[in-house]
């Protein structure tokens, strides 16, 4: 229900701009990116609630990355900049089964918020 696309590689202080597509049963709810590196736990990037009206960032990803969404259609970004190579991660989309599920950063954070998920984009940002 959910496909990512645009990872890659990348050196420091490049840009990448993810994209997912979700499918119709998760129109018009709340998304957002987590990534996980290897050997770590997966965590929590940005998110966007369903009428784009809130975001919601990640301290590390404060400032360099930006997260949006098609007003029509179903289709999130994560526009990437300034990438560092402690980025290198896997990269997931997530979305709620419904519009209210997140009010605040963390909750946006908290894993069991999301209900699904896509099967990740890999981005790799060499020194």
């Known amino acids: 229900q959910l496909v990512e696309s645009g990872g890659g590689l990348v050196q420091a202080g490049g840009s990448l701009r993810l994209s997912c597509a979700a499918s119709?049963?998760?129109?018009?709810?709340?998304m957002g990116w987590f990534r996980q590196a290897p050997g770590k736990e997966r965590e929590f990037v940005a998110a966007i609630d369903w009428n784009a009206q809130n975001t919601y960032y990640a301290l590390s990803a404060e400032g360099r990355f930006i997260i949006s969404r098609e007003k029509i259609g179903n289709t999130v970004y994560l526009q990437m900049d300034s990438l560092k190579p402690e980025d290198t991660a896997a990269y997931y989309c997530?979305?709620?089964?419904?519009?209210?599920?997140?009010?605040?950063?963390?909750?946006?954070?908290?894993?069991?918020?999301?209900?699904?998920w896509g099967q990740g984009t890999s981005v790799t940002v060499s020194s």
């Open positions: 997530a979305a709620t089964s419904g519009r209210y599920r997140f009010h605040t950063t963390a909750q946006a954070k908290d894993i069991s918020t999301w209900d699904y």
């Open positions: 119709q049963s998760v129109r018009s709810t709340g």
